[in-house]
């Protein structure tokens, strides 16, 4: 730690100190930036935490809550917390934060790496955006369809019911006049029977349509996609299926936990979350929530488990692409 021990003699650089604040490293007397206590400026970087709020040691590990900036040559400079100062690991792109020579200075790399994925970024935001005027569009159309499907069986569940009604009501009166038409009576029983299959049939497809039609799919209906879709995502030796407006579920060879029933968005179409899971082994009900990204495909990655049995993961949708994103 020797290196570290850059004191303040009076006009030097401070260790750790943004340019910003280093006029106020550069008197005789340290004043901690919290004003708890003044120190000689002896005591700056001296690794014995002085101040409270860790002021006096920004170029040591020594105050836990102490800040250590990161000048980040070329590239944003940004500060990390002073505990992670001569900890063997390179933190600052320019490596002020371990010993000279022990981390290489990347610094352009990472701008490098940086521009290029704001590029990257921004080129899936404008293949999002596509995607997503796409969805609206599709969404409009399937729509009317929907709406047009729902009619039609409608119609067909009416005639349905007056073909049953008839058939029934033949078959009740060959049943009273046994033996005027040998045979007949099976004939429209056959076809109720029918009839009455269709009308169940045409019952159960209006109600899923008619259930599609009250999903939230956003202001513009930007998540229409979503409907009837799942996505897979495997994480070592588990594989989670998300089966938007219905549930995901961890799978682990013959085994099986609901992790969670679609309970809809939140935070303004931010995040989606399932919850009402299989419950833990002594502990909470399972439980995730995804993080929307924008991009031109729908894709689940970056899954977690913050906290026992609460699993977070990122989900790409067109429908999470805003205009004004840049
Ligand atoms: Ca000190
Ligand atoms: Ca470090």
């Known amino acids: 730690m020797f290196w570290l021990f850059i004191t303040?003699?009076?006009?030097?650089?401070?260790?750790?100190?943004?340019?910003?604040?280093?006029?106020?490293?550069?008197?005789?007397?340290?004043?901690?930036?919290?004003?708890?206590?003044?120190?000689?400026?002896?005591?700056?970087?001296?690794?014995?935490?002085?101040?409270?709020?860790?002021?006096?040691?920004?170029?040591?590990?020594?105050?836990?809550?102490?800040?250590?900036?990161?000048?980040?040559?070329?590239?944003?400079?940004?500060?990390?917390?002073?505990?992670?100062?001569?900890?063997?690991?390179?933190?600052?792109?320019?490596g002020s934060d371990e010993e000279p020579g022990k981390c290489p200075h990347n610094c352009k790399d990472k701008k490098m790496k940086s521009q290029e994925n704001l590029r990257q970024k921004y080129t899936e935001w404008q293949q999002g955006l596509v995607a997503k005027l796409a969805v609206i569009a599709q969404a409009s159309v399937n729509l009317q369809t929907k709406e047009y499907e729902i009619k039609k069986h409608k119609e067909l569940r009416e005639a349905g019911e007056k073909q049953k009604k008839a058939a029934w009501t033949v078959v009740k009166y060959l049943n009273e006049h046994q033996g005027c038409s040998e045979g007949s009576e099976e004939k429209f029983e056959s076809i109720g029977n029918t009839m009455d299959e269709m009308v169940v049939s045409a019952t159960n497809k209006i109600k899923d349509l008619e259930d599609e039609l009250t999903y939230d799919v956003g202001k513009e209906k930007e998540f229409w996609n979503l409907i009837g879709l799942c996505t897979d995502y495997k994480e070592a030796k588990y594989t989670y299926t998300v089966c938007f407006y219905k549930d995901a579920v961890q799978k682990e060879g013959s085994s099986q936990f609901l992790i969670g029933r679609w309970n809809g968005f939140a935070e303004d179409y931010q995040k989606i979350s399932f919850t009402g899971g299989d419950?833990?082994?002594?502990?909470?009900?399972?439980?995730?929530?995804?993080?929307?990204?924008?991009?031109?495909?729908?894709?689940?990655?970056?899954?977690?488990?913050?906290?026992?049995?609460?699993?977070?993961?990122?989900?790409?949708?067109p429908g999470a692409c805003k205009l004004d994103q840049y």
């Open 8 to 94: 303040g003699a009076l006009g030097a650089s401070i260790l750790g100190v943004s340019p910003k604040m280093q006029s106020l490293y550069q008197a005789e007397v340290f004043s901690c930036l919290d004003g708890s206590l003044d120190v000689p400026a002896t005591f700056i970087n001296d690794n014995f935490c002085d101040c409270t709020d860790g002021s006096d040691e920004p170029g040591t590990s020594a105050c836990k809550n102490g800040q250590f900036y990161c000048a980040e040559d070329g590239y944003s400079p940004f500060t990390i917390p002073s505990s992670m100062v001569g900890d063997s690991i390179c933190d600052c792109c320019d």
């Open 279 to 317: 419950r833990c082994y002594s502990g909470p009900e399972r439980s995730l929530t995804l993080t929307l990204e924008c991009g031109p495909t729908v894709r689940l990655y970056g899954l977690e488990e913050p906290e026992r049995c609460v699993y977070t993961a990122k989900l790409v949708v």
